[in-house]
């Protein structure tokens, strides 16, 4: 407790209520905010999150429920930068509890950055031989799309430790759902992959322009040549 109370009197010094009008509005004043942008709250947050090097995954856990549960976004924020931080202190065992802790109060801020600490830990087990994208079988038949989303994202940044044919496969798998936030995805995942392997993106994009949607495939080529 004492050290969310340190984290609380550094963020309510940085805030800027004015700044938290434009930061509501921008996520449709879905959640509350202290008006702490990105920088400032990395700042802030920076003494607290050096308090727990050394921590165990339990309590990294622990302490990410608790701020996720406080009312002013920039505190699922911080959450995330944690995580990120402290990412080789977590497994794919915890891969279940990472979901489930994006489900609560989901909007695509929080989902895509806990898509990125997911996607850290499965490269990691890639790393050493595993299995990565097994545990997101059970995230690309969700039925909460926000986890289906962040199963579509997970190996953005992997370059050429991405599975061409996993992403293709799951692409395709979700190009019928009408969400935008899927399709979104789907576009987002293949133009990132586009940077190691533009070739293969374009070929798949322009095979599959009947079933891929008009977002995803504008996505997927943003940055291809016309």
Same mark, same amino acid.
């Given at each position: 407790? *004492? +050290?969310? %109370? #340190?984290?609380?009197? $550094? &963020?309510? =010094?940085? !805030?800027?209520?004015?700044?938290?009008?434009?930061?509501?509005?921008?996520?449709?004043?879905?959640?509350?905010?202290?008006?702490?942008?990105?920088?400032?709250?990395?700042?802030?947050?920076?003494?607290?999150?050096?308090?727990?090097?050394?921590?165990?995954?339990?309590?990294?856990?622990?302490?990410?429920?608790?701020?996720?549960?406080?009312?002013?976004?920039?505190?699922?924020?911080?959450?995330?930068?944690?995580?990120?931080?402290?990412?080789? *202190? +977590?497994? %794919? #065992?915890?891969?279940? $509890? &990472?979901? =489930?802790? !994006?489900?609560?109060?989901?909007?695509?801020?929080?989902?895509?950055?806990?898509?990125?600490?997911?996607?850290?830990?499965?490269?990691?087990?890639?790393?050493?031989?595993?299995?990565?994208?097994?545990?997101?079988?059970?995230?690309?038949?969700?039925?909460?799309?926000?986890?289906?989303?962040?199963?579509?994202?997970?190996?953005?940044?992997?370059?050429?430790?991405?599975?061409?044919?996993?992403?293709?496969?799951?692409?395709?798998?979700?190009? *019928?759902?009408?969400?935008?936030?899927?399709?979104?995805?789907?576009?987002? !995942?293949?133009?990132?992959?586009?940077?190691?392997?533009?070739?293969?993106?374009?070929?798949?994009?322009?095979?599959?322009?009947?079933?891929?949607?008009?977002?995803?495939?504008?996505?997927?080529?943003?940055?291809?040549?016309?």
């Amino acid at each position: 407790m *004492q +050290l969310q %109370t #340190a984290l609380t009197a $550094a &963020l309510e =010094a940085a !805030a800027d209520p004015a700044r938290a009008a434009s930061m509501q509005a921008y996520l449709r004043n879905q959640f509350v905010f202290l008006g702490v942008a990105a920088p400032q709250r990395r700042l802030a947050a920076n003494t607290w999150l050096a308090r727990l090097q050394g921590v165990g995954s339990d309590v990294l856990l622990e302490q990410a429920q608790l701020l996720w549960q406080q009312p002013q976004r920039e505190y699922q924020h911080v959450a995330l930068d944690m995580l990120a931080r402290y990412q080789r *202190q +977590l497994g %794919t #065992a915890h891969v279940p $509890a &990472l979901l =489930a802790l !994006a489900r609560q109060r989901a909007w695509w801020d929080s989902v895509d950055g806990m898509a990125g600490v997911i996607g850290d830990v499965l490269q990691a087990e890639l790393r050493r031989g595993g299995d990565a994208h097994a545990h997101m079988d059970d995230a690309m038949r969700h039925t909460d799309f926000w986890l289906r989303r962040i199963a579509m994202l997970h190996q953005l940044g992997w370059r050429a430790n991405t599975d061409a044919g996993w992403l293709f496969d799951a692409a395709l798998a979700l190009a *019928q759902e009408d969400e935008f936030f899927i399709r979104k995805a789907i576009g987002w !995942a293949l133009r990132d992959y586009a940077r190691h392997a533009p070739e293969d993106v374009v070929a798949f994009t322009i095979a599959h322009r009947q079933r891929l949607s008009l977002l995803s495939r504008r996505e997927a080529l943003k940055h291809q040549p016309r």
